[in-house]
């Protein structure tokens, strides 16, 4: 039986103008790309990934977005919220590795990036978003390795362009073991078709509700994979047998929402 | 699959007795076909409305010792797309599936019957736990013989398939309630629904657990209320029954069955035991059958 944790915040962290990160001292004992489902019991029961885990304490990294994350950013260090979990697959750790994050996606590559310099893996990581104020963990992926290049739309930082600005010659000149990627899904999908021979996973979000396996909300056409709990780390050889992947996914009803 | 677990169901024969029960694992084709695949013998979808509903904010479980408690609030993509998945499972499967079916009003589950006459669904469930309609002493529609009667009888003298009432278990007189529906002309009873509702607090933040605060009862602690009122219900009508509530393992099947289930429905059991459950399960009735000499599912006795 999953066990409820109620924890006090023990700090927030201000990321951009829309994005804070919470931090909790609990021994989560999570893998990275594994999620909690948190809850106020105010407004709602909602999915995040781990932006972050020790011995001691863990993190989530948070988007203001619709009610719920709203409720959040209200929050002062010293209020208590409910956990449980932590759910989920994990990413699996490489030697040689390219870490791919889009937007609001990328905390759980934080959290990866981290047990990979650990694991002494040779880390490079491409981060993109719409514009400068939207990447996230700048400073972060830094002190993680020198090898990090950011994408933005407008160019307002790094590459001009999409992320896949720079993995396409990247991936030309250089060899992993593995890619890791975690973002919007148009560019998870343009990632694995390019991903012929270099094995590669990929986070996927859906609506999710139960989290432990049985509402079938968060169930992935067309092999009826459950991503809280096979997901939300999948594999590339997974991943390309879905054909959801990519076109639509489900809302809080279970009507089909394409991209 | 094995001959042994055969079993024959309103004219159709099945290669198993297990049944997916409604709401577990039933909103999109791809999650009836993984189960189907699982070897269940017939499917059901998430009961479906007219329009489609959210559901009820998070969190809508919660585990404890023994059980689970729900308060999904029937979310489900409405009758119209819920019928689009069950077509495209039919284009990869030829399992029976039971369309499961919810309204708040005799006119709901008739226009929901006239799009499921319309579908590739085999069997209409009128799903009859409605906790919002009354009937005029005050009773929840499944609780009152009359209402119950009423809605079966309707959507009898319109459906094109075989109707299966699923009965709650929440009410005085089960067998009231069976006769009615058998009299009513439905083709068979499933039962139980969950039970309750029931409430869990957390109390270092002095909350109910379920946003709703109350929600349904499902898992091994209803196994016995399951099987006493699959009992009654056998004792008091001759259409055949699928027996659900609690059910983890083959002894539990078993059980069932012999207590006067035709079929065994498997929900909750999901979460203890994996989708893997429907082999698992197959297995273990068949090891039960041999350890007690009997020859196949069809030849084990019920009780009196
Ligand atoms: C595995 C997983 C990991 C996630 N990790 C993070 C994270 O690290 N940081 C982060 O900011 N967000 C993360 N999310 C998304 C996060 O759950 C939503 O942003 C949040 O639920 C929004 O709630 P809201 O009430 O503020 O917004 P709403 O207005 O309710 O919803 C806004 C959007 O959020 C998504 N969403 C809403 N409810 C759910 C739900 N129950 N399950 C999944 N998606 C939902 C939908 O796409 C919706 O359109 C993750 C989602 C999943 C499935
Ligand atoms: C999460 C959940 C959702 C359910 N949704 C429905 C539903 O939509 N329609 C219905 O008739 N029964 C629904 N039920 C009840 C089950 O079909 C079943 O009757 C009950 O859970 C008892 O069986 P079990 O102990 O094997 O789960 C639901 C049960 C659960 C746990």
Do not use: W
Not at chain 1, 189 to 200: F, H, R, Y
């Amino acid at each position: 039986m999953d066990r409820r944790i109620t924890l006090e915040i023990k700090n927030i962290r201000k990321e951009s103008k829309s994005v804070k990160t919470f931090t909790f001292s609990y021994n989560l004992n999570a893998k990275p790309g594994q999620f909690i489902m948190l809850t106020d019991f105010e407004c709602g029961e909602k999915p995040f990934s781990i932006s972050d885990c020790t011995d001691n304490e863990f993190s989530i990294t948070v988007k203001k977005i619709g009610e719920f994350t709203t409720r959040l950013f209200q929050l002062k260090k010293g209020d208590v919220l409910s956990f449980r979990g932590p759910y989920g697959s994990s990413f699996s750790l490489s030697d040689k590795v390219l870490l791919i994050g889009g937007g609001y996606a990328v905390p759980p590559l934080l959290f990866l990036s981290k047990m990979l310099k650990k694991y002494n893996a040779d880390i490079t990581i491409i981060n993109g978003a719409k514009t400068k104020e939207d990447i996230l963990f700048i400073e972060n992926f830094k002190r993680i390795t020198d090898k990090v290049f950011f994408t933005t739309d407008d160019g307002s930082l790094g590459n001009k362009g999409t992320v896949m600005s720079i993995v396409s010659p990247l991936l030309q000149n250089e060899k992993f073991d593995m890619i890791y990627a975690s973002g919007p899904e148009p560019m998870l999908k343009k990632i694995v078709d390019m991903c012929d021979t270099i094995p590669c996973e990929v986070l996927i979000e859906r609506y999710m509700k139960c989290a432990i396996g049985i509402c079938g909300q968060c169930v992935i056409d067309s092999l009826g994979i459950i991503i809280c709990k096979e997901g939300p780390v999948l594999d590339k050889e997974v991943v390309k047998r879905l054909s959801e992947f990519g076109v639509y996914k489900r809302n809080a009803s279970g009507k089909r929402v394409y991209f | 699959m094995d001959k042994k677990l055969k079993v024959e169901f309103l004219g159709m024969n099945l290669e198993s007795p297990l049944v997916l029960t409604s709401g577990i694992m039933g909103l999109s084709y791809s999650s009836l076909l993984r189960m189907a695949k699982n070897t269940a013998g017939i499917i059901t979808t998430k009961s479906l409305t007219l329009v489609p509903r959210k559901g009820h904010k998070g969190p809508v479980i919660a585990e404890f010792n023994g059980g689970i408690l729900n308060s999904m609030g029937l979310c489900n993509p409405g009758i119209e797309d819920g019928l689009k998945e069950v077509s495209e499972f039919k284009r990869y499967s030829s399992k029976p599936v039971i369309v499961s079916i919810f309204g708040n009003s005799i006119e709901e589950f008739e226009k929901l019957t006239e799009y499921v006459n319309h579908s590739e669904g085999d069997f209409i469930e009128l799903n009859l736990s409605c906790p919002n309609v009354f009937d005029e002493f005050g009773l929840p529609i499944s609780a009152s013989k009359d209402k119950v009667y009423q809605i079966v009888k309707s959507v009898k003298s319109i459906s094109k398939l075989p109707v299966i009432a699923k009965l709650s278990p929440n009410v005085y007189n089960i067998k009231e309630i069976a006769i009615s529906c058998e009299n009513a002309g439905a083709d068979a009873i499933c039962l139980i629904n969950t039970v309750g509702t029931g409430m869990l607090i957390d109390i270092k933040m002095v909350k109910p657990i379920l946003h709703n605060k109350f929600g349904g009862i499902s898992g091994p602690c209803v196994k016995p209320i399951a099987i006493k009122l699959v009992y009654e219900a056998h004792q008091c009508v001759d259409i055949p029954i699928i027996g659900v509530g609690g059910v983890l393992t083959g002894e539990d099947a078993v059980e069932m069955l012999i207590t006067g289930a035709n079929l065994v429905g498997i929900g909750s059991g999901i979460y203890y035991r994996g989708v893997e459950i429907f082999e698992k399960i197959n297995d273990e009735i068949l090891q039960v059958l041999t350890e007690n000499k009997y020859e196949d599912v069809s030849s084990l006795p019920y009780l009196k």
